[in-house]
């Protein structure tokens, strides 16, 4: 299901209200909700996927309002029901006669609704709305929730109740980074269809944007997130909205891929949205994009990597891939990269066997000792994945100094690889509870 309307028409705050959490920007910009705004929602045992689109002015040739007219067309051939939402305060403007006219001609069920129905104004406006030839229009006011259950009993009217929801395994994957690194122009790339707007403006993307894809019989979410500027940067509360989108974003993930630019190299700014991410325990690639435009020797590669990882330190774990967005080069590489970092980020090793493992690097390397009294490492198990968790039992924790659970992480590492994925080291002194 698509809400379709005119600039400033409150569609956000209909899909907000809808959905019930506050996932599109809501402002009084007109034009601030750019890209397509996915959503699961339900009403009445009824599931649907719920569709924010940008404000639609067919006779606008704004860059921006071309590229929009594009991604009302893609939302409209997925959806089965179309919400037309219109101004009653404004009342009938020859826009909405027009996109009335465009609707029509999409053979889709459309149902009419005029917001913002809490003012005198719109009612007084209300009957004018007949003229679009859409049927009765149905009164709501999106900001107050008045008349949205009468319109989603219209949506999902023919609708069959089903009998599960959504599937939540699902594979979150967050494509993060500064503006204009070509996160956008690499989502389209794997999906081979203009699914996220993608200009030479930075910032083009302020929401984070959910999109479906399966690879090698794998379900992923894939999420466009706002590239994050500088605090000093941001100037306008829609900037400061995306930056907390792009962190929920995050937080929501399995799996993070920092995009880097290539012509620019790692910045200040990487560091600190990745960060974020490691901070968070997200398993972490990093894609250097644009690598197609770099002059390249023999040692180039190589020089790049060390200058990440010199970057970077604290994400050492995390494999770097060099792609182009643009030509498609090891895109498929970057895909058999998330789904083996996935993977590692599920996995589990018996307890046997990390005790043979840490057993082996106690042999190799005694625990520090302190005053006379040495650190005596008793046993560990995995207690967790997502990230993989590991308890180990120690006769005083004070004694291991973070230079030895390094170590020991390292060896745990060299037998079980673990690429992308940070590794969580709990230490529990021997009769301590909890975990």
Same mark, same amino acid.
């Given at each position: 299901m698509s809400i379709i309307g005119t600039p400033n028409v409150g569609k956000s705050t209909l899909f907000n209200k809808i959905v019930g959490r506050k996932i599109s920007i809501t402002e009084d910009t007109p034009g601030v909700t750019? $890209?397509?705004?996915?959503?699961?929602?339900?009403w009445l045992g009824r599931e649907f996927l719920l569709v924010d689109t940008g404000g639609l002015d067919l006779k606008d040739q704004?860059?921006?309002?071309?590229?929009?007219?594009?991604?009302?067309?893609?939302?409209?051939?997925?959806?089965?029901?179309?919400?037309?939402?219109?101004?009653?305060?404004?009342?009938?403007?020859?826009?909405?006669?027009?996109?009335?006219?465009?609707?029509?001609?999409?053979?889709?069920?459309?149902?009419?609704?005029?917001n913002k129905f809490d003012s005198?104004?719109?009612?007084?406006?209300?009957?004018?709305?007949?003229?679009?030839?859409?049927?009765?229009?149905?009164?709501?006011?999106?900001?107050?929730?008045?008349g949205v259950g009468d319109l989603l009993d219209e949506v999902i009217e023919g609708f069959q109740p089903q009998e599960e929801g959504f599937d939540n395994d699902d594979i979150r994957v967050s494509f993060i980074g500064k503006p204009n690194v070509g996160k956008s122009s690499l989502i389209n790339n794997i999906l081979g269809e203009e699914r996220v707007i993608v200009t030479?403006?930075?910032?083009t993307t302020r929401d984070a944007i959910d999109t479906n894809f399966s690879f090698n019989d794998e379900n992923y979410i894939f999420v466009d997130t706002a590239g994050l500027r500088k605090k000093k940067r941001i100037d306008e509360n829609i900037e400061r909205y995306s930056v907390i989108r792009t962190l929920t974003a995050i937080e929501r993930s399995s799996v993070c891929?920092?995009?880097?630019?290539?012509?620019?190299?790692?910045?200040?700014?990487?560091?600190?949205?990745?960060?974020?991410?490691?901070?968070?325990n997200r398993a972490i690639i990093i894609a250097v994009n644009k690598w197609d435009l770099i002059e390249k020797d023999n040692k180039t590669m190589k020089?790049?990597?060390?200058?990440?990882?010199?970057?970077?330190?604290?994400?050492n774990y995390a494999p770097i891939v060099f792609i182009s967005a643009k030509t498609g080069q090891r895109v498929n590489k970057l895909l058999e990269?998330?789904?083996?970092?996935?993977?590692?980020?599920?996995?589990?090793?018996?307890?046997?066997?990390?005790?043979?493992?840490?057993?082996?690097?106690?042999?190799?390397?005694?625990?520090?000792?302190?005053?006379?009294?040495?650190?005596?490492?008793?046993?560990?198990?995995?207690?967790?994945?997502?990230p993989p968790r590991f308890m180990i039992h120690v006769n005083d924790k004070e004694l291991f100094h973070f230079?030895?659970?390094?170590?020991?992480?390292?060896?745990?590492?060299?037998?079980?690889?673990? $690429?992308?994925?940070?590794?969580?080291?709990?230490?529990k002194n021997r009769g301590e509870k909890g975990q």
């Open positions: 750019r $890209d397509r705004i996915y959503s699961n929602a339900s704004d860059i921006f309002m071309s590229s929009i007219k594009t991604q009302a067309d893609l939302a409209l051939d997925m959806s089965d029901v179309i919400i037309f939402l219109t101004d009653g305060v404004n009342g009938v403007s020859s826009t909405d006669r027009e996109i009335a006219t465009y609707l029509r001609k999409t053979n889709k069920k459309v149902i009419l609704a005029v005198k104004k719109a009612k007084d406006n209300f009957y004018d709305f007949y003229e679009l030839g859409l049927g009765n229009p149905i009164s709501i006011s999106s900001e107050q929730g008045m030479d403006i930075p910032g891929v920092l995009v880097i630019d290539a012509a620019e190299g790692v910045s200040e700014q990487d560091a600190k949205i990745v960060g974020y991410a490691h901070d968070n020089n790049f990597e060390k200058e990440v990882r010199d970057r970077l330190p604290f994400i990269l998330i789904s083996l970092v996935n993977n590692n980020y599920n996995h589990r090793i018996q307890t046997g066997v990390l005790n043979d493992i840490l057993n082996r690097a106690v042999l190799m390397n005694q625990p520090p000792s302190d005053k006379g009294r040495r650190g005596k490492l008793y046993y560990g198990s995995q207690v967790s994945v997502r230079s030895y659970i390094r170590y020991l992480e390292n060896q745990i590492r060299e037998s079980y690889s673990f $690429d992308g994925v940070p590794l969580v080291m709990v230490l």
